[in-house]
């Protein structure tokens, strides 16, 4: 590895992008573009309209973040981005990322907007003047009509995965809002893939777009065995060090995101009796040349690095590598694994996961084409188990090979003087030896409060799922139940724990189950794997949802809109359309609250009665 190789890749700062920007990114971790962020942020700086086809986790977001932001004024009170994505958790996920980004300019601040969240609460924090909106097409468009969301002033539009905007049955909001925006508005759409819908809407409102196509050149060799563990309570650096103990490996690189955090980990894995060495960009050529033949001559045997101080690393004896940081995409996954596994050996991969980057894992095993296979974690008994084992091997060993005449004599000694039983001696012996590392560790409080299955549950990020459906909601290859079953549409029974409900959309609006999920599961905040049954009718469709829905969220889902048409939800009684239901999708008076409403009408009755009695 050349000093060469590390200066040949363009920084964030050679390519324009604002200095208190740059100095959030190197904070963060990022050392160099990925290519979607490299042939993107140049012309968006220049404000020009894109055309981006890339995969999910190649680093798109902070390819329209980092040159956006940089044309931002800070002294204009309304929004000047707008960022669409399909999912409440997309958003959420990109308005972090930006305010991270963000962080270091004067009155900065990001405001995510999706389904399942008070309206007032956003509409409260809309009175801070924030720069940048991040939110699903179902909400930004409720606070468009509501005339909320001041667009006037917008200078740049992002649509993010434009083709699950497609799949959700978003895309005519997305149109609509896009009708909403300036004309001289820039526009950036992403997506994964091109169907004629995307890109018809692309050729209609983007302007002399430049189109970045990046080729997913992610594979992954066969020799490479590939796992993952889901971050549980347990924190990170104790899951290391159980991997650790019981992993037979020779060499290992540990993947983490900062230079810094290169340095922290090595002197803690060091506290812990492991031979290693950071490996980052601050070290000088001749220190990282140092370091590289000490671990070649086994010196050392764990290397803790970021992605391009490791760039081209080919040692012989590396048998692992552990992602101890998620890559920020998957081309920097491929390229970290890569060190193992060379010319045909063997090697271990292994991802640490916490629940909010469950998304990256799925577009890693995505681009590679590979499933990652969970890991249990060790539990007490099976480090136990090694340690003991390792025990017993030291121990042959060294009767074999060592000359251990004076101290048979000084055992014999002490036993003669104290007539010792030469098992209980040997067990005292040991006793001592394994003072600092226990053979017998004890058990974590985890493993000791609930039974074994359930800690491994627990570990692997399993949640119990309903029969039948899919394990990735959405992403289920199984059609939703109306496409199912159309000839028992007539006879609808929830399941148990479920309650059904009408809303006025259906195949008079070209509604499909794909558009009802979409929009229930986005704007009520809910896991599209617990919406039930749907069955589509003329003027109609019945939706079998979890029992007990809060008032609040049944309210909002009243307003949503599907295909051009409000939901409109409802309780049925029974299968038909009962005088109860059109009442209750009657338009209220305008001034009391519903509550206030029915509280006031006995005694309105009352005082009918009481003037028919007078007269």
Known sequence: MSTEQLDSIPSFSELGIAPAIVKAIKEAGYETPSPIQAQSITPLL???DLLGQAQTGTGKTAAFSLPLLSRL?????????LVLTPTRELAIQVAEAMQGYGRHMKNFHVLPVYGGQSMGIQLRQLQ???????????RILDLIRRGKLPLEDLKALVLDEADEMLRMGFIDDVETILKETPENRQVALFSATMPKPIHRVAQRYLKDPVDVHIKSKTSTVDTITQRYWQVTGLHKLDALTRILEVEDFDGMIIFVRTKNATVDLSEKLEARGYASSPLNGDMNQALREKTIERMKAGKIDILVATDVAARGLDIERMSHVVNYDIPYDTESYVHRIGRTGRAGRKGEAILFVSPREKRMLSAIEKATKQTITRMQLPSSEDIADR???????ELTQTIESQDLAFFENLIRQYQEEHNADPIEMAAALAFQVQKTRPLNPPVVHSERKQPRERVERAERGDRPERANRGERGMRSERPPRAERSPRRQASHQAEEGMKTYRIEVGTEQNVEPKHIVGAIANEAGMDSRMIGRITINQDHSLVDLPDGMPKDIFQHLRKVWVNNKQLEISLPDGDGDTAAVRAERKPRHVGLPASSKTKKRPAIAAKKQRKANRD
């Open 46 to 48: 220049e404000g020009r």
């Open 73 to 81: 004024n800070d002294r204009q009170k309304t929004p000047q981005i």
């Open 128 to 138: 801070r003047s924030p720069q940048v909106i991040v939110g699903t097409p179902g």
């Open 387 to 393: 340690r003991v084992m390792t025990f017993k091997q």
